[in-house]
């Protein structure tokens, strides 16, 4: 029985060495690999493959992380190109274009006005950029009317800008910002009224009224039709104004109406820009304008000023008017509507005068010497051999012959000149 004892006990003693020296075994196997993990983890992730029910599990995951390592490899993302960011700009804003050094004595257009009236200062200094001769600048306000408390006093700042720079022609385009407003008074004077109209009219009298006292030559854009029915019939109104306070020959009025409108004559925000491109004119609200919008009003308008200033002829050549032998054959320097009798100036006319004579009393002008209709003209002799002159006249009928006087002398020549007068009958 000791015997048997023993040997259980040896056996016993031996399985419990044999489980020690496995488990340092496997301790020193999974210090080793450790190690090893950890000096891989330095050089780069590890990657464990494993394949069946235990695809994905990391023995080593503890030790990694004790020694720094990370987890599962993953895959390189391939690196972004970056893009640069997309500039945008609203769309009744104009991009950048080149202009044109101007001349230090250019001429100035002077635009005035609303939002809209600044789209069309932006428009007129794209399109004159290149003419050095003549520049834009704009007083306007985006929000602001004739109507309203912090309505500018429009007349004075344009007298003023008129008096202290060399002012060509004046350009309004303005009423966008009046819709719905009432001017101030007790009661206040309500939108659309017959009272509120004649006060909008007195503003609009009052503004071209100072710009004709300085001679200087209007152009008045007016407003576009809308998407909004009621729009229209506040802006129709206000056209109407801006028209009646036209009837001045140095004020011209853009009706632009017609060109905003699609060909069976509704609204359309497309259209054709400047360049006969079909696109957007419109904004969202149906009632601005985008920058090809503004481009296409700022033509119309650019068109009228050069008809009053002769295509800018007048600013193109310095010293002109020094210069009596000097004819400018390349532009205008007055208007096309210039009085035929006094110029410009209203000056007294001399009644007494040849001219006032010929085209106000209709009396003829005195024969001249030499010309076709003076009825002093002596007979023209006509030169002819004695043979042609009866192959002349024998064709002639013989009342007209009797009708006829003629007398004829030959020369030594043998040439015979036959002078005809009417006869006696």
């Known amino acids: 029985m000791r015997v048997q004892t023993r040997q259980r006990e040896g056996k016993g003693t031996r399985a419990a060495s044999l489980r020690v020296v496995v488990s340092l075994g496997l301790a020193l196997v999974a210090c080793s690999a450790g190690i090893s993990a950890a000096q891989d983890a330095q050089r780069g992730e590890i990657v464990v493959a494993q394949n069946g029910p235990f695809r994905g599990f990391n023995p080593f995951a503890p030790l990694q992380r004790l020694f720094g390592g990370g987890g599962e490899k993953r895959r390189k993302q391939p690196q972004k190109t970056q893009q640069k960011p997309r500039v945008s700009r609203p769309a009744g804003a104009p991009p950048k274009f080149d202009v044109l050094e101007k001349d230090p004595n250019a001429g100035l257009i002077l635009v005035v006005g609303d939002r809209m009236a600044r789209g069309v200062a932006d428009g007129l200094k794209y399109t004159l950029a290149q003419k050095p001769q003549i520049r834009v600048e704009a007083i306007t306000e985006d929000k602001e009317g004739f109507v309203g408390e912090g309505s500018p006093d429009w007349a004075t700042q344009v007298v003023s800008r008129i008096r202290g720079a060399d002012v060509q022609a004046v350009v309004v385009m303005i009423g966008r910002q009046d819709l719905g407003k009432s001017f101030s008074g007790e009661p206040p004077v309500e939108f659309m009224t017959a009272e ?230």
């Open 196 to 425: 509120w109209l004649e006060s909008y009219r007195r503003k609009v009298d009052g503004l071209v009224r100072v710009v004709r006292q300085e001679k200087k030559p209007l152009v008045w854009a007016g407003l576009p039709p809308t998407g909004d029915e009621l729009v229209n019939a506040d802006f129709t109104q206000l056209n109407s104004i801006f028209q009646g306070a036209s009837e001045d020959r140095r004020v011209r009025y853009v009706d632009i109406w017609d060109i905003f409108l699609a060909e069976d004559g509704s609204f359309s925000s497309y259209g054709p820009d400047v360049d006969g491109k079909n696109t957007r004119l419109r904004t969202n609200d149906k009632i601005d304008f985008t920058w090809a919008g503004y481009r296409k009003v700022a033509f119309f308008v650019e068109r009228e000023l050069s008809r009053l200033l002769g295509g800018y002829g007048g600013l193109a050549f310095e010293g002109v008017e020094d210069d009596p032998n000097f004819i400018v054959l390349t532009g205008r320097t007055t208007s096309p509507e210039a009085l035929l009798l006094g110029g410009e100036d209203e000056e007294e006319i001399n009644s007494a005068s040849r001219t006032y004579r010929f085209f106000v009393k209709g009396e003829p002008l005195p024969p001249m010497q030499g010309r076709v209709d003076d009825p002093r003209m002596p007979a023209v002799a006509v030169s002819a051999p004695a043979a042609a002159v009866e192959e002349v006249f024998a064709p002639t009928s013989a009342d007209l012959r009797e009708s006829l006087s003629s007398t004829a002398s030959q020369d030594a020549q043998g040439r015979v000149s036959v002078t005809v007068r009417p006869g006696s009958q």
